[in-house]
């Protein structure tokens, strides 16, 4: 499931308009980018600002132009953070057909927005947006508008800029004044670095740290003894910003500096931040300083260190490592062993094998992960042996590690250890027999053999892993396990292997599960039942509906949607009575896949649920039912609902009525405040093909901001009903 999918998951599946529902994908791509992109604009219309914030996003990252206009339109969004969004994704785009909207959103009540809107322009526009901008330079209210202009016109170096800007030096805020000179100093390179050095001494604080980081993004080098000068200030975060600087110069003597100050002994405040600094220096020049930083008192400068050398990708940061190996300090232990993990087997895994026997726990679980990442029979052997510590964490992670070997080696040893004396070891073995012991029969006994364990928790991985097995003997141990074990947890897992399994004998297992004292082991064989299809599951499921558990008569109910048999129609409208919502949702959404005439009145009623999900679930399901009953009141429900999808599901299953002598509800959709109920209005008229739907249709094509998604359908209803 990718982003767009989990975004329409969020709405519920019942929400996802058939719109989207388009061919399959070329080998192009074209129908699948066609299919996001009609989804997307589908998002852009949600009832959620975050969703459509992040639908906004999403068609930014699509690059396609065709959703400028869309886009536009939602910059009179509601929610000022999708409109930030939109701004954001409009410069992005970079049509120049936005920008008249943009400036006409430059008096937006939200100073962020605004600010947004003006670093748009500076993007989308030229000389023409100067007026603009130097009106906002000199009225905006605020100092973040002022400021964001006056960035803006330092990319565009033009003597009329250097006017503007020359105009709003004296701007009552310290911050637009900065920005101003900053970006004069663009225009004008020739004054950029000398006000700058001035700054440095201001006696305000943040005019000093807006010239240090202005100075470090300048890069040039004859400011460097400047920012030694102050890299001891007091404040720290003008030390901070002084590491920053001087990490970003591409110079030995700055390189130097940082170094010197991160060693000496009272150093210890700006250390992580110098280590930081230097990583931008190039990994050779960072190597001798992140090596003697691990041997650091200071403990969060020694991990830091660490932490930096295993981002270090050229050959000689594995000789750091090995150091590292060595040190007291078991968080460095612990993450060169990973680091190594994560090279080259060849150069690394006769390092990585001998802490395997290091005495810290962490340090060991490491080596074992990094191992089974790097494979190759050498870190088998070495795992192997791991199994014959008399440590138990040891074993344990030994087992875990080894789930991803499969050799008959590896077999032999995990069924050795998966009659441990500590639990853990036999859970990790039992655990990984089932992931990479599949083809060999001598895993069988082993894991029926667990089935018996004294600890719940082993038995459970035991009935787990036994899911993947066909051996008869593996059924009848889950199915004993199912019938007699103490626990339900575990009992439940045996009841969800067994639907892996299927067979006759797991369909009476588990229908006698269904008399389970545990609710929960209940809820599982009926949901496991309904994926057999099996209608012999009937009675039994029906009398599920009656259980005294709220959970079990929902999984009941979902079971013979599953079945889809006339035969539950009945149950199931009784089942429509239970005070819990979500459970008549689930039998409203049976009774839908059921598509049995019985239950129209009982949906029809549904119409009118106190829940919202059972209210959309009815109008879903009613479109599979086709009766002159409906159409009054799925009319009602287009006509005067509330909830767009409601009215959306209404439109769809009017069209599916075969024939209605009053088209007049459906041409009224045509015009609804929602795009998707006017798409399915649209897809209904289509499948009546009624010629009298002509008109309406062509005049909505003809409308002048017709969303592109709406004129597809509109083309292909026009299409449909003239053929």
Same mark, same amino acid.
């Given at each position: 499931m990718d982003d767009i999918d989990q975004l329409l998951a969020d709405l519920g599946a019942e929400n996802t308009p058939e719109a989207l529902e388009l061919p399959a994908a070329t080998s192009d791509g074209k129908h699948a980018r066609e299919q996001r992109f009609d989804a997307l604009l589908f998002l852009l219309k949600s009832e959620k600002p975050e969703v459509r914030q992040q639908a906004v996003e999403f068609l930014a990252e699509m690059r396609d132009l065709q959703a400028v206009e869309p886009l536009m339109a939602a910059l009179q969004d509601p929610d000022p953070e999708v409109r930030h969004q939109v701004v954001v994704a409009l410069a992005d785009l970079g049509d120049q057909r936005a920008v008249p909207a943009l400036k006409q959103i430059l008096t937006d009540s939200n100073t962020l927005l605004r600010a947004s809107v003006v670093e748009a322009l500076g993007k989308l526009g030229d000389e023409q947006i100067f007026a603009d901008l130097k009106q906002i330079l000199a009225e905006d209210s605020s100092y973040l508008v002022r400021a964001t202009a006056a960035e803006v016109l330092g990319g565009f170096p033009s003597a009329e800029c250097l006017e503007i800007l020359t105009a709003a030096l004296n701007d009552s805020d310290r911050w637009v004044r900065t920005q101003v000179a900053e970006s004069l100093c663009l225009i004008d390179p020739e004054t950029r670095l000398w006000p700058l050095l001035q700054e440095l001494n201001h006696n305000d604080m943040e005019v000093r740290l807006s010239a240090v980081e202005r100075l470090g993004r300048l890069g040039d080098t004859r400011a460097i003894p400047f920012l030694e000068h102050i890299l001891y200030e007091e404040l720290s975060a003008i030390r901070e910003a002084v590491i920053a600087a001087l990490g970003r110069f591409r110079d030995s003597r700055a390189t130097d500096i940082l170094i010197r100050a991160a060693l000496q002994p009272d150093g210890e405040s700006m250390r992580e931040n110098i280590l930081q600094s230097l990583q931008s220096q190039g990994e050779e020049i960072l190597l001798p300083a992140l090596t003697r930083a691990l041997n650091s008192a200071d403990i969060d400068t020694r991990q830091n260190a660490i932490e930096m050398l295993r981002q270090l990708k050229c050959p000689q940061v594995i000789d750091a490592l090995k150091t590292a190996l060595g040190n007291r300090d078991e968080w460095l232990r612990m993450v060169a062993t990973i680091a190594l993990g994560e090279r080259e087997p060849e150069l690394t895994q006769a390092l990585i094998i001998p802490m395997l026997s290091d005495a810290s726990e962490r340090v060991v679980q490491a080596a074992a992960e990094a191992l089974s990442r790097q494979r190759g029979s050498a870190a088998e052997e070495a795992l192997l042996g791991a199994l014959k510590s008399d440590l138990r964490w040891v074993r344990?992670?030994?087992?875990?590690?080894?789930?991803?070997?499969?050799?008959?080696?590896?077999?032999?040893?995990? $069924?050795?250890?998966?009659?441990?004396?500590?639990?853990? $070891?036999?859970?990790?073995?039992?655990?990984? =027999?089932?992931?990479?012991?599949?083809?060999?029969?001598?895993?069988?006994?082993?894991?029926?053999?667990?089935?018996?364990?004294?600890?719940?928790?082993?038995?459970? $991985?035991?009935?787990?892993?036994?899911?993947?097995?066909?051996?008869?003997?593996? =059924?009848?141990?889950?199915? %004993?396990?199912?019938?007699?074990?103490?626990?339900?947890?575990?009992?439940?897992?045996?009841?969800?292997?067994?639907?892996?399994?299927?067979?006759?004998?797991?369909?009476?297992?588990?229908?006698?599960?269904?008399?389970?004292?545990?609710?929960? $082991?209940?809820?599982?064989?009926?949901?496991?039942?309904?994926?057999?299809?099996?209608?012999?599951?009937?009675?039994?499921?029906?009398?599920?509906?009656?259980?005294?558990?709220?959970?079990?008569?929902?999984?009941?109910?979902?079971?013979?949607?599953?079945?889809?048999?006339?035969?539950?129609?009945?149950?199931?409208?009784?089942?429509?009575?239970?005070?819990?919502?979500?459970?008549?949702?689930?039998?409203?959404?049976?009774?839908?896949?059921?598509? %049995?005439?019985?239950?129209? %009145?009982? =949906?029809?009623?549904?119409?009118?649920?106190?829940?919202?999900?059972?209210?959309?679930?009815?109008?879903?399901?009613?479109?599979?039912?086709?009766?002159?009953?409906?159409?009054?009141? =799925?009319?009602?429900?287009?006509?005067?609902?509330?909830?767009?999808?409601?009215?959306?599901?209404?439109?769809?299953?009017?069209?599916?009525?075969?024939?209605?002598?009053?088209?007049?509800?459906?041409?009224?959709?045509?015009?609804?405040? %929602?795009?998707?109920?006017?798409?399915?209005?649209?897809?209904?008229?289509?499948?009546?093909?009624?010629?009298?739907?002509?008109?309406?249709?062509?005049?909505?094509?003809?409308?002048?901001?017709?969303?592109?998604?709406?004129?597809?359908s509109v083309q292909a209803a026009l299409a449909k009903i003239r053929s």
């Open positions: 344990q992670v030994a087992a875990q590690a080894l789930a991803v070997f499969s050799s008959g080696e590896v077999c032999a040893g995990l $069924v050795g250890v998966a009659s441990d004396a500590e639990p853990e $070891v036999r859970e990790a073995a039992i655990r990984a =027999l089932g992931q990479s012991c599949h083809g060999s029969d001598k895993i069988a006994p082993v894991l029926i053999a667990a089935l018996a364990d004294e600890e719940a928790w082993v038995r459970q $991985v035991a009935a787990e892993a036994l899911s993947d097995r066909q051996e008869p003997e593996a =059924l009848e141990a889950l199915i %004993h396990t199912l019938e007699s074990d103490e626990d339900f947890i575990v009992r439940t897992f045996a009841a969800q292997a067994l639907g892996h399994l299927k067979g006759e004998a797991a369909f009476q297992a588990l229908l006698k599960a269904l008399e389970d004292a545990s609710s929960g $082991v209940r809820q599982r064989a009926a949901i496991t039942l309904g994926l057999f299809k099996d209608a012999r599951a009937l009675p039994a499921l029906i009398k599920a509906l009656c259980d005294t558990d709220a959970k079990v008569v929902q999984a009941g109910a979902e079971a013979l949607g599953f079945l889809a048999l006339p035969e539950a129609v009945a149950a199931l409208l009784e089942a429509l009575k239970h005070s819990e919502p979500w459970v008549r949702c689930s039998v409203v959404q049976s009774l839908g896949q059921i598509h %049995h005439q019985d239950a129209l %009145h009982a =949906l029809i009623a549904a119409l009118d649920d106190a829940d919202n999900w059972v209210r959309n679930a009815a109008a879903e399901a009613l479109g599979a039912l086709k009766s002159p009953e409906l159409i009054a009141p =799925l009319t009602r429900v287009l006509q005067k609902n509330e909830d767009f999808l409601m009215r959306a599901f209404a439109a769809s299953a009017l069209g599916k009525q075969g024939k209605l002598e009053d088209l007049e509800p459906l041409l009224q959709a045509l015009e609804d405040g %929602h795009v998707l109920v006017r798409e399915e209005a649209v897809k209904a008229l289509a499948e009546l093909k009624d010629s009298r739907a002509l008109s309406p249709l062509e005049a909505l094509l003809k409308a002048p901001q017709l969303e592109p998604v709406l004129k597809s």
